[in-house]
C-alpha cells in the first residue's frame, strides 16, 4: 500500500493566484480530512468528507478556500485567490474505520509571496 | 468548547533519561484520544488510540495512559532516534474529526 498521496510536495505561488491541492486516499478509506499546520496554530482541521461527501467543513477559513472529492479516489483543495497568510503545510488523512487512527499524507508546504 | 493541551513544548533529555509528556483534555463525550509522532517534514504517524480512563497501551519504550482529564506519554530510556514531536488528538461527540494539541518537541541528546 502507497499510502496516503500528496501533491504537489512543495508549492510556491504569487499572491492572488490559484493553488490546487490534491490527495488520494487509501483505497477502501471512507474518511478523507483536509488539515492546516501552521507554527502559530498547530493542526487545523478544514474539511472532512465521509463516502466522498462534506461533513463538516466549519474549519474552512473563508470562501477563498474549496474542496471536492469526485470519487473516492481523489480529492482537491482549491485556494482561489491565494494570500501570504495562507502559507502553511497542509495535511490530506484518510481513515476506515473512523477511530482506527488516521493515516496522514506527506504534506505539501505551500509558500505564498 | 473542546480543548487539547500539552506540556510541556519542547522537552531535552539526554540518552537514556526517562520522562513524560502530558496531554490535558477538556471534551464533551470523549470517543478517543489518539498520539502521533511527527518527524521534520513527514506527516503526523500514529501510535495509539486510548479509549478509557485506565486504558494504558505501549509500543517499545513508549507507554500512553489515560485518565478522565490527562494523557501521558511515558518515555523509557530514551534514544536519539526517539527525538520527534509528539502529538495529542482527541475525538468527541458525534464529530469524525480529530482536535490536536501543539504538540511537544522532543530531543533526545547521546
Known amino acids: 500500500d502507497a499510502g496516503v498521496i500528496q501533491s504537489p510536495r512543495h508549492e510556491v505561488t504569487e499572491m492572488g493566484q490559484e493553488v490546487t491541492l490534491r490527495c488520494k486516499p487509501i483505497?477502501?478509506?471512507?474518511?478523507l480530512f483536509w488539515y492546516r499546520q501552521t507554527m502559530m496554530r498547530g493542526l487545523e482541521l478544514l474539511i472532512y468528507?465521509?463516502?466522498?461527501?462534506?461533513?463538516?467543513d466549519s474549519g474552512m477559513p473563508e470562501d477563498r478556500f474549496s474542496a471536492k472529492m469526485p470519487n473516492a479516489s481523489f480529492s482537491t483543495l482549491k485556494i482561489q485567490p491565494s494570500e501570504p497568510r495562507d502559507s502553511a503545510v497542509y495535511f490530506c488523512a484518510s481513515s476506515f474505520p473512523e477511530q482506527s487512527g488516521y493515516t496522514f499524507g506527506s504534506g505539501t508546504r505551500l509558500t505564498v509571496v | 468548547e473542546d480543548q487539547v493541551t500539552q506540556s510541556p513544548e519542547a522537552l531535552r533529555l539526554q540518552e537514556g533519561e526517562s520522562s513524560s509528556l502530558n496531554c490535558s483534555y477538556t471534551v464533551s463525550g470523549l470517543r478517543g484520544l489518539f498520539w502521533y509522532r511527527q518527524d521534520p517534514g513527514k506527516g503526523p504517524e500514529f501510535l495509539f488510540t486510548l479509549y478509557s480512563a485506565g486504558e494504558e497501551k505501549e509500543k517499545e519504550r513508549l507507554k500512553a495512559t489515560l485518565t478522565k482529564k490527562e494523557s501521558f506519554l511515558h518515555i523509557t530510556a530514551p534514544k536519539p532516534e526517539d527525538s520527534a514531536t509528539y502529538l495529542c488528538?482527541?475525538?468527541?461527540?458525534?464529530?469524525?474529526?480529530?482536535?490536536f494539541g501543539k504538540g511537544t518537541k522532543l530531543s533526545v541528546k547521546p
Open positions: 483505497s477502501g478509506h471512507d474518511y
Open positions: 468528507f465521509n463516502n466522498n461527501v462534506p461533513i463538516d
Open positions: 488528538a482527541v475525538q468527541a461527540g458525534s464529530q469524525g474529526n480529530l482536535i
